[in-house]
């Protein structure tokens, strides 16, 4: 049996687990991930593989990791999360576990997993909106990611076609797609919609306790559930901008699916069918004829593992 290890390093753990050539999870485990500390980080990941590997023999490592990474898989040109800039990962990953070592970007391995193991493996080509603190984005187009000429395509979260001179991003543009449709975007809506309008937002305030300000991401999507206006109309707001951005790729790509994942896709039909109506909208005469259907991703936070453990496995053939 082929056994390789996919590692996902993010803003608070760094999640291993050990996948077979079926997608098939068999052991999983984490660390904290000590965030300002890059040598820790590299710990970290050791101790990780160190832990899955015993008692298996294991082929090879594939690494996910927010950020830019180069087109040769080895290097973090910049991870602001991480506080890494020309991180050669790869190489230090591989000197302290002694395997070959695939270093790709977090979203990549994600639409990657669905790819080959989830909601998009009857497709060729697919699109993967992850929708978290921020936007990213993953793309493959006739089963190949799309990694551009340095390695940092389909950053689909710093788009901005639908809000060109909007609000300031942290990548230091103006109106990028994270700032209108992400979790903290969805917040945001909220909370100025309830300061606004606070008798159309009664359940969410009483969630929050009278405060606009202290309204979370749960309690928009709890009060939403219970029929506020103000927070289904959170969840219309950043709908409006990933169904037009949905729009965009249909265009551009041509995809098989479309895939909403993160951890706002929990909240279900909430955001899926704002999404899908505000996407109908806009895709204009494009809708007359076939497109691709907008639904949730399959693997939830197995995507990641699953997918950087099999570019790990076929790292000979890199797609």
């Given at each position: 049996?082929?056994?390789?290890?996919?590692?996902?390093?993010?803003?608070t753990?760094?999640?291993?687990?050990?996948?077979?050539?079926n997608?098939?999870?068999?052991?999983?485990?984490?660390?904290?991930?000590?965030?300002?500390?890059?040598?820790?980080?590299?710990?970290?990941?050791?101790?990780?593989?160190?832990?899955?590997?015993e008692?298996?023999?294991?082929?090879?490592?594939?690494?996910?990791?927010?950020?830019?990474?180069?087109?040769?898989?080895?290097?973090?040109?910049l991870?602001?999360?991480?506080?890494w800039?020309?991180?050669?990962?790869?190489?230090?990953?591989a000197?302290?576990?002694?395997?070959?070592?695939?270093?790709?970007?977090?979203?990549?391995?994600?639409?990657?997993?669905?790819?080959?193991?989830?909601?998009?493996?009857?497709?060729?080509?697919?699109?993967?909106y992850?929708?978290?603190?921020?936007?990213?984005g993953?793309?493959?187009?006739?089963?190949?990611?799309?990694?551009g000429?340095?390695?940092?395509?389909?950053?689909?979260?710093?788009?901005?076609?639908?809000?060109p001179?909007?609000?300031q991003?942290?990548?230091?543009?103006?109106?990028?797609?994270?700032?209108?449709?992400?979790?903290?975007?969805?917040?945001?809506a909220?909370?100025?919609?309830?300061?606004?309008?606070?008798?159309?937002?009664?359940?969410?305030?009483?969630?929050?306790?009278?405060d606009?300000e202290?309204?979370?991401?749960?309690?928009?999507?709890e009060?939403?559930?219970?029929?506020?206006?103000?927070?289904?109309?959170?969840?219309?707001?950043?709908?409006?901008?990933?169904?037009?951005?949905?729009?965009?790729?249909?265009?551009?790509?041509?995809?098989g699916?479309?895939?909403?994942?993160?951890?706002?896709?929990?909240?279900?039909?909430?955001?899926?069918?704002?999404?899908?109506?505000?996407?109908?909208?806009?895709l204009?005469?494009?809708?007359k004829?076939?497109?691709?259907?907008?639904?949730a991703?399959?693997?939830?936070?197995?995507?990641?593992?699953?997918?950087?453990?099999?570019?790990?496995?076929?790292?000979?053939?890199?797609?």
């Amino acid at each position: 049996m082929s056994l390789t290890i996919g590692v996902d390093i993010g803003g608070t753990k760094v999640g291993g687990g050990v996948v077979d050539e079926n997608g098939n999870v068999l052991a999983t485990t984490r660390r904290p991930t000590p965030a300002e500390d890059t040598p820790g980080v590299i710990q970290a990941v050791k101790e990780v593989v160190e832990e899955l590997r015993e008692g298996r023999e294991i082929e090879a490592v594939g690494i996910g990791a927010a950020g830019w990474i180069s087109s040769d898989r080895s290097t973090v040109m910049l991870a602001p999360n991480l506080s890494w800039q020309n991180e050669p990962l790869r190489d230090k990953v591989a000197a302290a576990i002694d395997l070959p070592v695939v270093v790709e970007n977090d979203a990549n391995v994600a639409i990657w997993g669905e790819h080959k193991y989830g909601a998009a493996k009857r497709h060729r080509s697919s699109v993967l909106y992850t929708i978290g603190t921020g936007v990213g984005g993953g793309i493959v187009v006739k089963d190949n990611l799309l990694r551009g000429t340095n390695g940092v395509a389909a950053e689909i979260g710093h788009t901005r076609s639908v809000m060109p001179d909007g609000r300031q991003c942290g990548c230091g543009r103006h109106g990028c797609l994270e700032q209108y449709a992400s979790g903290r975007a969805l917040t945001r809506a909220a909370q100025e919609g309830a300061a606004e309008h606070p008798a159309k937002a009664a359940i969410l305030l009483k969630l929050a306790g009278g405060d606009p300000e202290s309204i979370t991401g749960r309690q928009v999507t709890e009060a939403a559930r219970q029929g506020d206006e103000v927070a289904l109309g959170a969840f219309d707001f950043i709908g409006y901008y990933l169904g037009n951005s949905a729009a965009d790729m249909v265009n551009l790509i041509d995809p098989g699916v479309i895939l909403i994942a993160g951890g706002v896709v929990d909240a279900g039909d909430l955001l899926l069918d704002p999404i899908r109506r505000h996407y109908q909208e806009a895709l204009g005469n494009r809708a007359k004829v076939p497109v691709a259907e907008v639904r949730a991703a399959e693997l939830g936070s197995k995507a990641g593992v699953i997918g950087a453990s099999d570019l790990a496995r076929h790292r000979e053939v890199v797609p």
